[in-house]
């Protein structure tokens, strides 16, 4: 890990160990990965079969009215941009410890390379998207299929007619392939704003997903349900760390440096 690293792995052993004495271990989080590759598969192996032996793993959907269970911490576990190396590295693994999982699919791309924009050092711009069918069958093996919008844009510099046809359509097209409900989406690289969670509403999703560290609790904004970004390659420490909500304080932290500005 570099310094950055270090000091927010510091920072939140020290709000993981605050979570404990407060009675807040059992937050509700949502993780999020992006690609499987054949060197993640052991170190996502190690991360799944914690959650299945020490929480309570539901579909994204259900993230909300799980806040009532008591016993294991609750987990939803997502994926986006729906690359084909989660069929081939991961479906095994989420299947070997019966965990659901949600596959954000961006539906321009089907059976293509991303056409999006990626960094230079970036190698997921090389990955390929799942096709139609390949879609439709994770969707009848019971994971949940979401929207991460038609072309994978940053929404808030679309206009409002363009806008919704991102939104609307990819939830059709969606739901044509699978044969059930879009219910929930994520917003392509985090950017979102009041106006494109209005238009989330509008297009009938009942919800959506950001990538702010943010743990789910009664008063989360079902527009705005935060994530925590998970790797294959973090340590079992940094990944309990992670689900228990500990790596959230950089958020609060931002929060309170605006309120005093």
């Known amino acids: 890990m570099n310094i950055k690293d270090n000091i927010k792995f510091a920072i939140a052993m020290l709000y993981g160990a605050v979570l404990k004495l407060t009675g807040s271990r059992y937050l509700c989080t949502v993780i999020y990965y992006h690609s499987i590759t054949p060197a993640d598969v ?90 139609a069918d390949q879609v439709a069958q994770l969707a009848d093996k019971g994971f949940e299929i979401l929207s991460h919008t038609l072309s994978h844009p940053m929404l808030t510099q679309l206009e409002d007619e363009m806008l919704s046809h991102e939104l609307q359509m990819s939830r059709s097209v969606l739901e044509e392939i699978t044969g059930q409900p879009v219910k929930g989406m994520s917003y392509p690289h985090g950017d979102h704003d009041d106006r494109v969670c209005q238009a989330v509403a509008d297009a009938d999703y009942a919800m959506a997903f950001t990538v702010e560290p943010e743990a789910v609790t009664h008063r989360t904004d079902n527009f705005r349900i935060g994530r925590f970004n998970v790797s294959p390659t973090d340590s079992l420490m940094k990944f309990k760390l992670k689900i228990s909500g500990a790596y959230q304080v950089p958020k609060i932290f931002r929060k309170g440096a605006k309120k005093n500005n």
């Open 42 to 131: 052991a170190g996502f192996a190690m991360q799944m079969k914690y959650l299945a032996q020490n929480c309570t793993v539901v579909r994204p959907s259900q993230i909300k009215k799980a806040l009532s269970r008591n016993g294991k911490k609750c987990v939803a576990i997502t994926i986006d941009d729906a690359f084909e190396n989660i069929i081939h590295k991961a479906l095994d693994v989420l299947k070997r410890y019966d965990l659901p999982a949600g596959i954000f699919v961006p539906v321009a791309n089907l059976g293509d390379v991303p056409q999006w924009q990626f960094t230079q050092d970036s190698p997921d711009r090389y990955e390929k998207v799942m096709t």
